[in-house]
């Protein structure tokens, strides 16, 4: 995990969800995240592959509750 | 069905216990969809490609595109399955009516889904009410 996949991953989130960078935190849970809907989870996750060039599976982003379970996704394959 | 239960009240309750019934509704806001791109990673994980083609060839392709993802989002919020959006299909008959197709054809003999879609300036709303033989 690079600081530069962290850095990647926190740009998705504040210009998706519209937030600052003190709103953000990668343990802070969704409910947490005010704008972090359905639409916005499909943003995120579409993002992520286009950026990462990854390709998530219906049964990983499902159980998706904190960015930080992202940052592990996107570890785990590599990137 | 539907005629049988209008016409011979009281068999209407029997025939409701003996199914299992599910609703789920959604609001979309419009605006959220304006900036989709036709060939975008985003669209492909929520429509199938008769929907992007179908919503781009209208005038205001934010309102289709916004309209059938309240409908997926109702579909879903009545199946016990986690179905990608992608694999939920919104089509529309040549009355204009509404009908759910399913990628995944086992899902489309479980489940008889009723889909009702509207929109006004910025929001869609769909709702969905699911029944399972």
């Avoid at chain 1, 926190?10 to 359905?38: A, R």
């Avoid at chain 1, 219906?58 to 785990?76: F, G, H, R």
Wanted: proline share 3%; glycine share 4%; aromatic share 8%.
């Amino acid at each position: 995990m690079t600081e530069n996949t962290e850095e990647k991953l926190k740009k998705i989130f504040l210009e998706t969800l519209q937030i600052g960078e003190g709103d953000f935190g990668f343990d802070k849970s969704k409910s947490e995240f005010s704008s972090w809907d359905s639409l916005a989870h499909m943003q995120i996750i579409s993002e992520i592959e286009s950026v990462f060039g990854v390709s998530l599976q219906m049964d990983e982003v499902v159980d998706v509750q904190k960015p930080s379970d992202l940052l592990c996704l996107i570890e785990k394959k590599g990137k | 069905m539907l005629l049988l239960w209008g016409s011979q009240p009281g068999l209407w309750q029997k025939e409701i216990n003996s199914m299992d019934i599910s609703i789920g509704i959604d609001l979309a806001e419009i605006g959220r969809f304006s900036k989709i791109e036709k060939e975008s990673r985003f669209a492909k994980n929520i429509f199938t490609s008769r929907e992007i083609e179908s919503c781009f060839k209208k005038k205001n392709p934010a309102e289709s595109l916004a309209a059938r993802f309240a409908a997926k989002e109702a579909v879903k919020k009545t199946l016990k399955e986690n179905v990608r959006f992608n694999e939920i299909e919104i089509i529309n008959e040549k009355t204009g009516k509404p009908e759910i197709n399913f990628i995944d054809k086992k899902l489309n003999k479980k489940y008889k889904p009723l889909i009702s879609i509207t929109h006004a300036d910025k929001y869609a709303l769909a709702v969905c009410l699911m029944f399972k033989p």
